[in-house]
């Protein structure tokens, strides 16, 4: 999906960055993707979710640790040595 390629280009060339002791994770993202023009709405079951032209909800959760995620759904990760955040897409 077109989509994922867009937001990871986002996190590879953020607006600002990262920085846990002023903003969450949560509203580090939510900035930078509607910087770039994306639509942020809430969603059931989800962190967040970009929603497209089409009307359709992307969704994505939000976690500092990548293991044990549900693979059905696309994932911000953060690793917190780096403050670098990674996206992790669906499978199938």
């Known amino acids: 999906m077109q989509v994922f390629a867009l937001v990871e280009e986002v996190l590879s060339a953020p607006p600002l960055p990262f920085d846990p002791e002023r903003q969450t994770l949560k509203g580090w993202i ?3 993707l509607r910087d770039r023009g ?13 929603e497209m032209r089409t009307g359709e909800k992307v969704p994505f959760r939000i976690t500092e640790s990548a293991e044990n995620l549900d693979r059905q759904i696309a994932w911000f990760v953060c690793n917190r040595a780096t403050n670098q955040v990674t996206l992790v897409t669906p499978q199938g």
Do not use: E, Q
Not at 38 to 48: G, M, R, T, W
């Open 30 to 32: 939510t900035y930078c």
């Open 38 to 50: 994306f639509k942020i709405v809430s969603v059931p079951n989800a962190d967040l979710a970009v």
